[in-house]
């Protein structure tokens, strides 16, 4: 399966602490499932804060035409480089329980992709393949992890079994076998489930706004469903 | 591709609710997708709090052989719907901000199954895909599919792209187009996902033990690459 | 300040882990501050799943005349522990990255106790004081805290500064002076904002119904002070 | 109690949004119980990401003199409103179910003022009243408030009763009874409790590093208490 892309974003201030070890790791394992991996430092490229205009009006939000941010900062070489890739993994520190301000940048500023649902009725992020990785020397790696792998999710990526992976601790986590065992798999996995997938595109979206009939229908048929199970649970509760 | 099955587990003390419903078009739609469905309410099984041995020690933890608490409640009826399921579907009410009481009992008592990967070198819910529904009058909802799909993606499951659905407010949730196209389109990628993969069952696992020595070898390269990002970091940060 | 009452509750099934011995030297520190202290695990503890009949009708959710559950398991006894304290340690183990089912359970059945404020008009549960402590073998201690705490803090106890703790590790976290410092932080702090606030208590709720019409008036006027704002915003937002 | 002063921190981008209304409800709050209050909008200053030299070498990280980041930005204008405030209420917006990244950024510099405790043996923000206000058209809020209550709780402050507050909603927050009187009851509560706190000043700090003698025995004490309590519990856990 030539051609499956992996990108690691890697968004700590430090390119040589745990965050990029473990990174890198992940991008080699997979490699070695026949993957092409690229490495980019968020800190590298200079990212302007979104300005909301998603919240005055959901229509302004488009990638890339409308954004007013335009081409003020360098957004659109990553955005190029994730739209490019069929799986990305992304590398937190973890600064006070959460990933870094940096990925938290990058984070609003795709909003315009997933958007797009609302424009051509896909995100451009549909079907694409997802690995976290959160790293820190104190706790929260879970808050940054939950939080991302959400957030990832609700903008159309999948997230294949174990591609959540923390270390915490002062120590260099390459001598952690655990921490170092969970990062080869989580590449691993996200480069396979990219294979397995890319041979499965038949071009329809993951999310689509085309089951809005049939969902209504059986909105109905569920409210009579639930209305029988109400009747039954009367028994024990009386005041319904 | 017949055969394949989706477990919808209801966590909520309320079998006529927004959760009911919202799981109950979830699996509609995974039927839609060719796939047979079952669906249970939490509430109506005993289940006894895991007395966490695990901590005691790791290996005393074993399913369904070593559980100390045996078969003193319902909790084996659940595991063997889970573990004959390719896929399963949990919705649970958001009560104060997070996943009810019973579900995170039935999450706790699943730490058996996962633990098998240091008995048997595999998790038994490796591979199998995960949907996730939380349901609330007020706040909360993420907070608990945050919590639930980092948990079960770190016991083995896949997420696929939005399988992580919300409602809130204190209406009907049938009546809310949004929610009920999100719960249509929930199923439908849970049961795709788990069509694509089992076409895929190459009996591999997901998380593999086998990587050791392979993760350790990156391990020791990727302190290298990280040293040489460090000297060239010190322009910037004298005190490295 | 004799009088100054602060309960221990031990959420974890093992009495004698971490979670019980950092929650032993909070309450030993409290003691220092003059608190008289008294500790329960909640596994010695029969305690019932909450209905959520507050979803069906908010009203009939009243402690202690309405709970169905009634005097059928041993919330009651916790519950006028925690009713006759000034402040309430809990102490949880991080299970699956959250706070145990025990603890999410005695949560669940504590909404009755906030839910006067809807018939005598205050939380039974106002200007009480609350420290939390999280404990486990691997990470999720924030999550746990961070859920536990905005909990308790809409529940209407205040958290003093430095009142969540954690400790994670495999080891004896009584060997760990960062861990056991915090703790008794913890407790100090609890105490020492219970016997300033039991000075000052004068019957006034912290969460009061009476603002309504002043909270309105201030309402129509910071939407002027937004519309002004939203002009100079113009010239930004064109969209606007 | 003339002079306690509140600061209110907007952390949107939108400056006349339902974050600045209920922000702005909440210092007029504080006003009615006496206070000085003062807003700023986050936006409107110039912050440069945290290098997190704090991960290279603890000691490096001082406010205000030892950041490299110097007084390249703005960020000591705010710190210095922090400072000088006896409470701060952070209203963040919710993008993607957390803080904005403009007020992680904002955090994130926090940092030194925190670190001083291994300075000068105590935190520049030790004992301050902080409120927070999460508001969003979807869901997120409580994650957003959980996790910023969270930290600032670890950098000193104190949170009282229903100082977290939250509207979810695509409508105008101040046609919410609820969401009003909540940023009501928010601000009295900050502004009552920095007065009871102010006429309590008695210079000790919240954290102090001088109990490490005393926790350390008590750990010792701990460990013998929890070793009596695990004979006991061999009954039911013969592995022990």
């Not at 394992?29 to 980019?40: F, M, P, V």
């Not at 051509?120 to 694409?128: M, P």
């Not at 590449?187 to 009939?213: M, Q, T």
Request: glycine share 8%; proline share 2%.
């Amino acid at each position: 399966m030539a051609g499956i892309r992996v990108l690691g974003i890697n968004g700590s201030a430090r390119k040589y602490g745990n965050s990029f070890k473990m990174l890198w790791i992940a991008l080699k394992a997979a490699e070695d499932e026949g993957a092409e991996t690229e490495i980019i430092h968020l800190y590298d490229y200079k990212l302007i804060l979104c300005m909301a205009c998603y919240s005055d009006n959901l229509y302004e939000c488009y990638y890339p035409k409308r954004c007013p941010l335009g081409l003020e900062d360098q957004y659109h070489e990553i955005a190029e480089k994730i739209l490019s890739s069929h799986a990305v993994i992304f590398s937190t520190p973890v600064y006070w329980f959460m990933a870094s301000a940096a990925v938290k940048t990058l984070v609003e500023r795709m909003t315009g992709m997933e958007n797009m649902l609302y424009h051509i009725g896909k995100s451009l992020l549909d079907g694409k393949v997802a690995g976290i990785i959160a790293v820190g020397e104190e706790t929260g790696a879970t808050m940054a992890l939950s939080w991302l792998m959400l957030t990832l999710n609700m903008m159309g990526f999948h997230i294949p079994a174990w591609a959540t992976v923390y270390y915490h601790g002062k120590g260099d986590a390459m001598d952690n076998e655990q921490a170092v065992l969970d990062a080869y798999n989580l590449g691993r996995n996200v480069a396979r489930l990219a294979k397995i997938l890319a041979g499965k595109v038949d071009g329809e979206p993951w999310y689509s706004l085309d089951y809005r009939s049939r969902a209504r229908q059986l909105a109905e048929e569920a409210k009579k469903t639930a209305m029988n199970n109400r009747e039954a649970a009367r028994r024990d509760r009386p005041w319904l």
